[in-house]
């Protein structure tokens, strides 16, 4: 047992956003909110899924490298690290363009000097018929499923500790929560864009069940809000943002779609990792000594 590790807590934050589709106004908000997050004692910020533009797929990933760099920059610059929850990518990790005219959606962690330590993209596409004004939604015809899961090391307050990537519709596969866990995750980030009714019906469900899953924190950064496409068409996404401790408790909370903090456009929760109480709660109730199935 690392005790350096387990009575050096540290401050994690979950970003709220309404992204559109003004990246440049959606970047602005991003640096204001990291500013403002690393301003209350924040040390790793999670930004949503789609945080530079809800929609515009292609046109957004033809500036993956731009954007990846713009927000580099804000870790560096806030001496952070700052998960982007998702860009669309043109190419796969290794570099090779992605076939049939897809994409793949890509979370990136950046440390604080700015450098990037981790690329997830994410596995799980969402696919599901909706009583909302889409109706429809099938992310596989726009994107590719990434293959890898990944765990990646943060050292806060020399302490490393291991954070276990997801996006969105990875929530409801617990499988990958446990598997994130076996491969020594301590904490689990979770940026999404749920829409309003799935997010209404499961999202605080989902969060608080992966958590339970894998006893590790899940950290949920959401979109909330009316989202408006070109040709007039809203989406509507549920908010929400959330953060489970391991034991399935929601340690904060903000509790709306859309956003009414002092005129922000983004909203922060915040919560303090306490990993000796995490480990206490796995000695207690050892779930994955007992595992038979994975």
């Avoid at 009316?226 to 943002?241: A, E, F, L, S």
Wanted: charged residues 20%.
């Amino acid at each position: 047992m690392n005790n350096k590790a387990n009575n050096h807590p540290f401050i994690t934050a979950a970003i709220q956003m309404n992204s559109q589709q003004d990246v440049e106004k959606n970047l602005a908000d991003i640096k204001a909110a990291i500013a403002d997050a690393c301003n209350q004692g924040a040390q790793l910020i999670i930004l949503p899924e789609n945080c530079c533009s809800m929609g515009e797929q292609f046109a957004t990933a033809e500036r993956f490298d731009e954007l990846s760099a713009t927000i580099a920059h804000y870790a560096s610059t806030y001496n952070v690290y700052v998960l982007i929850g998702s860009l669309p990518c043109t190419y796969r990790p290794d570099g090779m363009l992605v076939p049939n005219d897809r994409l793949r959606q890509v979370s990136q962690l950046f440390a604080p000097d700015g450098t990037r330590v981790a690329r997830y993209d994410k596995i799980h596409l969402f696919t599901a018929t909706v009583a909302d004004k889409q109706g429809n939604y099938n992310e596989a015809a726009t994107f590719e499923p990434g293959t890898q899961t990944v765990v990646t090391p943060l050292e806060i307050n020399d302490v490393v500790y291991q954070l276990g990537m997801m996006v969105c519709f990875d929530l409801r596969f617990p499988a990958l929560a446990q598997r994130l866990r076996q491969a020594g995750a301590d904490l689990l980030s979770a940026p999404s864009a749920f829409t309003y009714l799935t997010g209404q019906a499961h999202w605080s469900l989902l969060l608080r069940a992966r958590a339970l899953d894998s006893q590790c924190m899940v950290i949920g950064a959401a979109q909330g809000g009316d989202h408006i496409y070109k040709g007039g068409n809203i989406r509507q996404t549920w908010g929400h943002t959330a953060i489970s401790a391991y034991d399935g408790t929601i340690i904060d909370s903000y509790d709306d779609s859309k956003l009414n903090q002092d005129n922000k456009n983004y909203a922060i929760v915040m919560a303090t990792f306490e990993k000796q109480a995490q480990v206490q709660g796995r000695q207690k109730l050892p779930i994955f000594d007992c595992h038979r199935l994975a």
